[in-house]
Structures are given as structure tokens and as C-alpha cells.
């Protein structure tokens, strides 16, 4: 069936540092893909999406391409911020209409 | 976008006993949907909330369980029924206004649910 593989965590970075979250994906047919982030406290929010092959998604300075070639959807930040420290979901659409998330990973970003 | 709302935003209950949450969206969506977080773990699927008609459950989630309603386009109840310790978990549901794949899903602030 459908998953998806995401960087374990925590991943801890100081503030500016360039940030990689991994996300891999298994799918039959052409599913979208999200970043999700859920900051402490808060609920699920929309961070990024692409919808299909080679299409970027980007955000508030993140940036994921969806490679089908790869099935990767990897998220990336060139400068990251306190406010940043987060937990960041990979997500594919299923056939439904439904998500299906990866584990997540936590960001600690250390002034 | 969709504004998710749900109530109670947490609880402590006694193992035997059952909670209904509820979901309220500002506005109508097609789909609306149950996931559970339990400690340290992804979010799972349990159901799709049909509007005016039975929950379709994912494999491993029953109906006598995790009885769902959805009598309309803005609203939605999860009840966790004769709940044991291993329901504790965040219980989240989600919305989107269309119904294909690539349809932003909003979620609620989700339900932090402790059983003892």
C-alpha cells in the first residue's frame, strides 16, 4: 500500500543553518504531496505541496520538489530561525482524499 | 481555508466509559475526516465521516468502537467507546472543501484524550 518514509528525529540546528528533512515515498499512480508542521501547541498546518512530478511547493522560505524519478519529496530551508523548531509532517494523498503521514520529525533550531 | 474547531480540547477519562468529540467547521466541506495520534506516532486514518450516511473505517477501526455522524456539511462527532488506556492518544479530524487529491486538508486543534 501507499507510505511514506521521513527522516527520524529530533534534528537540532543552529539558527541559520541549512535545513534537509528526507521524506521517500511508496504509491501506485500519481498521488499529491504535503509538508505539514504542527508548532508546539498548535495543530496540523499546511506548510507546502506539490501536486505532481517536478512541480516545487514552497512557503515561508521552505521548498520541496516533487521527483518521481526519486519518489522524494525532501524539504529543504537555506536559513532557519528559533521559530522554525517544529514538527514536520510528509504527507501523500490517498485514494480517498484522505492523508497518510510519515512519523514526523522534530526541529530544534538553538539561537 | 477552513477554521477547525473541536470539543473537548482535552480529557482525563475512566477506562469503561465512552467520549463523544465533536468537530465544527466554518464553513461547509465535502470531506471530513478522523485521524488518532497516538504518543510519539504519525497520524492514522480511523474513518472518512460521510455526510448523512454510515463512516467508511479504515482496517483496524469498528464502527462499535469509534462510532461516527456527520448529519451535515459543517459538523462531525467521534465517539471512542468503552475506551481502556491504550485509547489515550490526540484525536484530530480534518476537512477539505473539495474531494480529490490534491485538496488542502485543514485540520482541528485535536483532542488530547488520557484514559486510566
Known amino acids: 500500500g501507499n507510505s511514506v518514509t521521513q527522516m527520524e528525529g529530533p534534528v537540532t540546528l543552529s539558527e541559520e543553518a541549512f535545513l534537509t528533512i528526507n521524506c521517500t515515498y511508496t504509491?501506485?499512480?500519481?498521488?499529491?504531496l504535503f509538508w505539514y508542521v504542527q508548532y508546539p501547541g498548535e495543530g496540523l498546518q499546511l506548510l507546502l505541496k506539490?501536486?505532481?512530478?517536478?512541480d516545487k511547493g514552497s512557503n515561508k522560505g521552505f521548498e520541496a520538489t516533487y521527483r518521481k524519478e526519486t519518489t522524494s519529496f525532501h524539504l529543504e530551508k537555506g536559513s532557519v530561525q528559533v521559530s522554525d523548531s517544529a514538527v514536520y509532517f510528509c504527507?501523500?494523498?490517498?485514494?480517498?482524499?484522505?492523508?497518510?503521514f510519515g512519523k514526523g520529525t522534530k526541529l530544534s533550531v538553538k539561537p | 481555508s477552513a477554521v477547525i474547531s473541536q470539543k473537548p480540547s482535552r480529557d482525563i477519562c475512566q477506562r469503561g466509559t465512552s467520549l463523544t468529540i465533536q468537530c465544527q467547521v466554518d464553513?461547509?466541506?465535502?470531506?471530513m475526516f478522523w485521524y488518532r495520534q497516538q504518543p510519539g506516532q504519525s497520524l492514522t486514518l480511523i474513518a472518512t465521516?460521510?455526510?448523512?450516511?454510515?463512516?467508511?473505517?479504515e482496517s483496524g477501526f469498528v464502527i462499535d468502537k469509534f462510532p461516527i455522524s456527520r448529519p451535515n456539511l459543517t459538523f462531525s462527532t467521534l465517539t471512542v467507546s468503552n475506551m481502556s488506556p491504550e485509547d489515550s492518544s490526540i484525536y484530530l479530524c480534518?476537512?477539505?472543501?473539495?474531494?480529490?487529491?490534491?485538496?488542502?486538508?485543514?485540520f482541528g486543534p485535536g483532542t488530547r484524550l488520557t484514559v486510566l
Open positions: 504527507a501523500l494523498s490517498g485514494s480517498q482524499g484522505n492523508l497518510i
Open positions: 504509491a501506485t499512480g500519481y498521488p499529491s
Open positions: 506539490a501536486t505532481k512530478a517536478d
Open positions: 464553513s461547509q466541506v465535502t470531506m
Open positions: 465521516a460521510n455526510q448523512g450516511s454510515e463512516a467508511t473505517y
Open positions: 480534518s476537512g477539505s472543501s473539495g474531494g480529490g487529491t490534491t485538496d488542502t486538508q485543514y
